[in-house]
């Protein structure tokens, strides 16, 4: 199983910071996905990264990265995390906090199954925050990343960065180290229990 990891934005995508600018969503994505490939790797697992570089890359450009693999190895033997952290007050500061796990709106079984694993372990991790959860466990919107990917697929939106108690989370060592924790776990479980 390739286990593909994005890191979604670039240096240069507008806005995605903290409202006191003290956090960059394209830096954290990185940390969190060059933490959890290494993580992977380090127990065997065939993990990498579509953009290792700080400047964007399109959306385009790194669906055609998942599904030159899912070409090249199959769909069925490859599968896509997103990595994100969420923003609600528009440059504000919000009220809205907590983890969630989106898949498309014709999401395969798998995607939906590991979006829900995902959930698990951040439920594990208590952070489920404060906004509804549905019963599935997962919620669902035609991100690019996840809709026009061949593979099984998966976009994490790590907590709020512009919510205050959320982002002394995400700033601390102890929130990023669960954060990687709950993506290693999740797939582990995916790839170990489920793809046989
Ligand atoms: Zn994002």
Redesign the pocket.
């Known amino acids: 199983m390739k286990i593909l990891i994005d890191n979604?934005?670039g240096k240069e995508t507008p806005g995605?910071r903290s409202p006191d600018s003290t956090f960059f969503?394209w830096q954290f994505?990185r940390e969190i996905a060059t933490r959890v490939r290494e993580a992977l790797v380090n127990e065997g697992y065939d993990a990498e990264r579509i953009v290792t570089t700080d400047e964007d890359v399109s959306l385009m450009e790194r669906c055609h990265r998942v599904n030159a693999v899912c070409q090249q190895l199959g769909r069925k033997n490859v599968v896509l995390i997103s990595i994100?952290?969420n923003a609600a007050g528009k440059g504000n500061w919000s009220t809205a906090r907590g983890w969630t796990g989106w898949v498309a709106k014709q999401a395969s079984a798998n995607s939906r199954l590991l979006a829900q694993l995902l959930y698990d372990q951040a439920l594990l991790m208590g952070y489920k925050g404060n906004r509804s959860v549905p019963p599935t466990h997962y919620w669902q919107a035609d991100f690019a990343i996840i809709k026009r990917t061949l593979c099984p697929a998966v976009l994490t939106?790590n907590l709020f960065y512009d919510n205050a108690e959320d982002l002394a989370i995400l700033k601390s060592e102890t929130g990023k180290s669960n954060i990687v924790q709950i993506h290693v776990d999740a797939i582990k479980r995916y790839v170990n229990d489920f793809m046989h």
């Open positions: 979604g934005h995605k969503e994505n994100h952290a939106e």
